[in-house]
């Protein structure tokens, strides 16, 4: 079953704005991870923030995370037309259990 | 260095019909995973590899196979074809279990 539901499911935005998406889960989390999708592609690896961690950076990216609420948010500042994609957080849990992810947020960025 | 490969990229099987998706990686890695992704759905895992040899199932097993050919290979196999497995298939390698993952372009699997 599903461990990250994200928020909102389809999100359309202009070029230069910020894009925001969160992701909920439910069981105790080792590290979080999102991921981009370009339509017809397979996943690509963005960023990942481990659950001792509060906040991380990377380039445009921005991901914080809330081990107390149980949620994660992704924020992509200056989005471009080539941000367009499929995103998804993944939970990897604690011991030997792969990684579960979100049935994710479509961003559609508009220029 | 190619990263991960899959093979096919399209498939069109009738019911009944038995096939295998192939996955391939360069990476070295030692954990390899089989996701399928469905309109609506996210991706789901059908089966996984910690390590070469052993070989367990994920959240959607029913109906498929797999083989840990060696530390490289993966492969999915579908013995008996039905329009519900009609999805894309996707191949992920990783270091460790919990780690980043890398996928592979898909492979897209019609059943009729």
């Known amino acids: 079953s599903q461990q990250g539901e994200e928020d909102p499911q389809a999100l359309s935005i202009q070029e230069g704005e910020n894009a925001t998406m969160n992701c909920s889960y439910k069981?105790?989390?080792?590290?979080l991870q999102w991921y981009r999708q370009n339509s017809g592609r397979g996943l690509v690896h963005l960023i990942l923030?481990?659950?001792?961690?509060r906040e991380k950076h990377s380039g445009r990216l921005r991901v914080t995370l809330d081990t107390s609420k149980k949620s994660s948010s992704l924020l992509i500042t200056a989005s471009r037309a080539a941000d367009t994609a499929s995103y998804f957080c993944?939970?990897?849990?604690?011991?030997?259990?792969?990684?579960?992810f979100g049935k994710g947020t479509r961003l559609s960025v508009i220029a | 260095n190619a990263g991960v490969t899959q093979t096919p990229k399209f498939q069109v099987l009738k019911t009944g019909q038995s096939m295998t998706l192939q996955c391939a990686q360069d990476m070295n890695h030692n954990s390899m995973y089989w996701y399928r992704q469905d309109p609506g759905m996210g991706l789901r895992l059908i089966y996984y590899s910690a390590s070469e040899g052993t070989t367990d199932k994920g959240e959607v097993p029913n109906g498929y196979n797999v083989s840990r050919l060696n530390k490289r290979e993966f492969s999915l196999r579908l013995e008996s074809a039905a329009p519900s497995q009609t999805s894309v298939y996707f191949c992920?390698?990783?270091?460790?279990?919990?780690?980043?993952?890398?996928f592979g372009e898909g492979s897209r699997l019609t059943v009729l």
């Open positions: 069981t105790s989390i080792n590290n």
């Open positions: 923030i481990r659950s001792n961690e």
């Open positions: 992920a390698t990783g270091q460790g279990i919990t780690g980043e993952l890398f």
């Open positions: 993944a939970t990897g849990g604690s011991g030997n259990t792969p990684l579960v």
